[in-house]
């Protein structure tokens, strides 16, 4: 189905691009030219009002090859607009030189949004927070002399200024803009400066105007945002973000009410547990926000991706930015998310013609915490109405219209008529996706035709055969320097390498060594305030480790008498990213080092002479992209030689077979950072999460927090690396390692993730799906909603077809997905007349009714719970068409 759509778009784009050659015109090449305006209710694009929703998607947290396939699982779960921001620190890594390529290729991914017939937020910035290293500042910036970021200071205004009109400018040039026929219907400048405004007193203040003015002089043509600015001047629409957005109202009654964020998950660190937000909450919130006037909704993030290389943000963010998003890390549909989402949406688009005519909503209170709004147009054939139950607790009946709607706890009902219910917040037909991370045969064992003695007799492990470098400890290069003093890392580095090394030398007397042995003392290394990592070397010996974000160190070392060398490895682990005077924060240590315990006090190494040795040998000779360097010293490396710390290892490997998307299994490792074919895949870190604050259950009912509903206690944070399907070649594909504190590579392994079960929980009180319904047949009363019956639908993901039904029951069954059991009711037909529906296909649909089972036990209300199994389907066909050979 997916291979279809991006075929399908392939012709489109060709067909345009033919079409605009032949025509010799550039304009109109996605859309016929429209202009975007806005008044109190909605953004008015070409002459009418729109309620939109949104998919957050960044661009470069995922491969172009995968860009396709996102937006089009962003269009199939109703999307009309794509949002991202715009990553300055890729865009421009150095000074006025521009880098539009692979990930950063703007233009291609805008180009494809408007080929899907999609809209486009473009969120410049250009600070755009984003967990993104830097906030998605480039590290130059803080070196330009009397810079101050994010305030009326004239060097930071030049910069940002020329950014913004670069990409602005691009964007026109390649007709980009709505106007122009292009997607783009809407800008955002600055990101949240709300937040920290008053840090900059009046100044702050003069900035919002400033660029305010700057962005619109830009002559765009399409309406700008700023987000979380209740100071946003006229011209521009200030928008809401959080997890609820309903009641938000913005600074003008002439502006609409937009969303720019609505946070459906969250991001989490080294060492944290994995955030998780119930899809029955987060429907909930935005059936509030367009129950009470809202009128654009993005989802942050609805594809959340991989942080890639060194750009995931600090202090401390792990690797993936999967974010709990309806579509995963991998590109795949995360359901019930996805699913019960695409519900939603097509309820509230049902309701649009309403939403769209009302100028406000008729609100009537229906109970202490339930409430109405009903939106009509002057025409009274038209009117919508959300019905919401605000209690957490209890399932309420009340009145609307001269009947009784039945409404679970924290739940919106929406009426497109007013009168049927098609969708309700916290009713979930959507099925449940299992995903498993497993081993699949590489690719030339499928293509063999051995698949099953292949299967037997192949290994998960990436490899049995390891080369090994030693990094050195210490100073390694010509360019290692010595100054007197505490270097700030960031101003040493340039962030060009998390790494940086400071090495500094002590005298011990033999007085010294006899203080310490008669009065029983080991001396001390005390550093006032350090981050994100420091490692601890006396005369080449790690002794001790710390991290933390700005933290005080005290680490025991044993000194010889004579000369002892201090090394302390500092290492960033992506840079603070939120935030006032970014500029400021730096890395590396502030305040004194000081050895502590000596005969004669205490010795000072703040100010002693330094050596500094910016990033790794290795690091620097590309020892991860240049396979054939053999200079370079890699030797074989033997079972009985891990692990080891400070130390690269590279081996080959072949890709698994089908198209899955491809993991690396880093359990067995500590720290570091993997390469793949040269790409960088990003840090690793198997940082275990604490043993407590997950909870069995989650209760999706109240207010969601990102410390309610965790996963992952007591496991490392992120063991699987993701490795783009486009980074891969079918075998011989280099991995090389750096490994800061030892692991053993032998047991790294390469996996796929795949849907392996898919499940249905569908009540006879759900509603039908939502797609049975038109307008049109409301209004000419064609349908129902008693006349309809809810559908359980099941579907595995494409190349997999249903093997078995695991577990079926109409009746009462007990239990979630994966532990169904029959409850005391049970229709005896469940499994067969499942069996017959779903088996040896790869979708399936069945009736909830007693029409299909027969009524197992009257007056009492009937679920259908099934658990079906995915494999991958006979056919080899769609299996080895990659999107490349498409
Ligand atoms: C917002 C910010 C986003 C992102 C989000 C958390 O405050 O605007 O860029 O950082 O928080 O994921």
Request: proline content about 5%; some cysteine.
């Amino acid at each position: 189905m997916h291979n279809k759509s991006y075929k399908t778009l392939i012709w489109l784009q060709w067909l345009t691009t033919a079409l605009t050659v032949t025509a010799g015109v550039v304009s109109g090449e996605y859309f016929k030219p429209f202009n975007v305006s806005y008044d109190h209710r909605a953004l008015i694009i070409d002459g009418q009002r729109r309620m939109l929703i949104s998919a957050g998607i960044h661009y470069p947290r995922a491969t172009p090859e995968m860009w396709p396939d996102l937006i089009a699982k962003s269009k199939e779960g109703g999307a009309d607009v794509i949002q991202t921001y715009v990553f300055w620190s890729g865009h421009e890594p150095v000074r006025e030189q521009y880098n539009f390529e692979g990930r950063y290729d703007l233009v291609k991914f805008v180009k494809l949004v408007g080929a899907s017939g999609l809209y486009l937020h473009l969120r410049i910035g250009p600070y755009v927070c984003a967990e993104w290293n830097f906030g998605g500042f480039p590290v130059w910036l803080r070196d330009i002399p009397g810079i101050v970021f994010r305030t009326d200071n004239e060097q930071f205004k030049e910069e940002m200024k020329r950014f913004v009109k670069k990409i602005v400018d691009v964007m026109r040039e390649e007709s980009l803009f709505s106007w122009q026929g292009g997607p783009i219907i809407m800008l955002q400048i600055e990101n949240e400066y709300g937040n920290i405004e008053s840090s900059y007193g009046q100044k702050g203040k003069d900035y919002v105007k400033w660029a305010a003015k700057m962005a619109v002089g830009l002559g765009a043509g399409v309406p700008w945002v700023m987000c979380r600015q209740t100071d946003a001047p006229e011209n521009i629409i200030d928008a809401c973000n959080g997890y609820y957005c309903d009641g938000f109202k913005p600074n003008s009654n002439k502006k609409p009410v937009l969303w720019t964020e609505n946070w459906d998950g969250w991001y989490t660190t080294w060492g944290g547990r994995l955030p998780h937000r119930p899809v029955e909450d987060l429907a909930f919130a935005v059936a509030r926000f367009y129950q009470r006037g809202g009128s654009f909704q993005n989802y942050y993030m609805f594809f959340g991706g991989t942080n890639f290389g060194r750009t995931s943000g600090g202090p401390n963010y792990v690797t993936s930015y999967d974010y709990d998003a309806p579509i995963d890390e991998y590109g795949l549909l995360s359901q019930p998310k996805w699913g019960h989402l695409k519900d939603l949406h097509a309820a509230i688009k049902l309701c649009e013609p309403a939403l769209v005519a009302a100028e406000s909503a008729q609100y009537i209170k229906l109970g202490s915490m339930q409430e109405a709004h009903v939106y009509r147009g002057d025409n009274t054939s038209i009117c919508s109405a959300f019905l919401a139950n605000i209690d957490e607790h209890k399932t309420i009946t009340v009145q609307f219209l001269g009947q009784s709607y039945t409404l679970p706890p924290w739940s919106v009902s929406i009426l497109p008529d007013c009168k049927n219910v098609v969708f309700n917040t916290a009713k979930v037909v959507a099925q449940t996706s299992i995903k498993v991370v497993d081993f699949e045969p590489t690719s030339s064992a499928k293509s063999s035709g051995l698949e099953h003695l292949m299967i037997q007799t192949e290994s998960p492990l990436v490899s049995d055969s390891w080369m090994t470098l030693k990094e050195p400890i210490g100073a390694w290069g010509d360019d290692s320097f010595t100054v007197q003093g505490i270097l700030e890392h960031l101003n040493v580095t340039k962030d060009q390498t998390d790494y940086l090394w400071y090495i500094t030398r002590v005298y011990v007397s033999d007085e010294d060594i006899a203080h310490w042995k008669e009065n029983a003392i080991t001396p001390s290394l005390k550093i006032d305030s350090t981050r994100d990592v420091v490692r601890i070397f006396i005369n080449g010996q790690l002794i001790g480790s710390a991290r933390g974000d700005w933290v005080k160190v005290v680490q025991k070392v044993e000194l010889k008498q004579g000369y002892n060398d201090v090394m302390l490895l500092s290492e960033t682990v992506g840079l603070q990213n939120y935030g006032a005077f970014l500029e400021k924060d730096g890395a590396g240590f502030k305040g004194q080092i000081i050895l502590t315990g000596f005969k004669n006090g205490d010795v000072n190494l703040t100010y002693s002479q330094w050596t500094y040795q910016v990033g790794l040998k290795g690091e620097f000779q590309k020892i991860y992209a240049n396979d054939n360097d053999e200079s370079s010293g890699w030797t074989s490396l033997t079972h009985d030689k891990v692990p080891s710390i400070l130390t690269w290892y590279k081996t080959h490997f072949d890709s698994p077979g089908g198209k899955d998307p491809v993991v690396l299994d880093m359990s067995s490792m500590g720290k570091g950072q993997a390469w793949v074919n040269g790409h960088h895949i990003g840090r690793y870190w198997t940082l275990v999460a604490p043993k407590d604050g997950c909870q069995e259950t989650c209760n999706y009912r109240g207010a969601y927090n990102s410390d309610k509903c965790q996963t992952n206690c007591g496991k490392p944070t992120q063991i699987w690396y993701h490795i783009p399907r486009s980074w891969l070649k079918s075998s011989d594909n280099l991995l090389v390692l750096f490994e800061e504190t030892g692991g053993n590579p032998f047991e790294i392994s390469v996996k796929t993730v795949s849907v392996e079960t898919v499940c249905a929980h569908v009540s006879e009180d759900y509603y039908p799906p939502v797609k049975t319904w038109s307008q049109s047949s409301y209004i000419n009363g064609e349908l129902f909603a008693d006349q309809l019956n809810p559908v359980m639908e099941l579907q595995c993901e494409d190349g997999y077809t249903i093997e078995s039904i695991d577990f079926a029951s109409y009746g009462t069954p007990q239990g979630r997905c994966q532990s169904f059991s029959t409850g005391s009711c049970h229709a005896p037909t469940s499994t067969s007349i499942l069996t017959k529906a779903c088996e040896g296909k790869n979708s399936c649909k069945v009736e909830v009714s007693n029409s299909v089972f027969g009524d197992p036990c009257p007056r009492t209300v009937k679920t259908l719970a099934v658990e079906a199994r995915c494999k991958p389907s006979s056919s080899t066909t769609s299996w080895y068409t990659g999107l490349s050979e498409i």
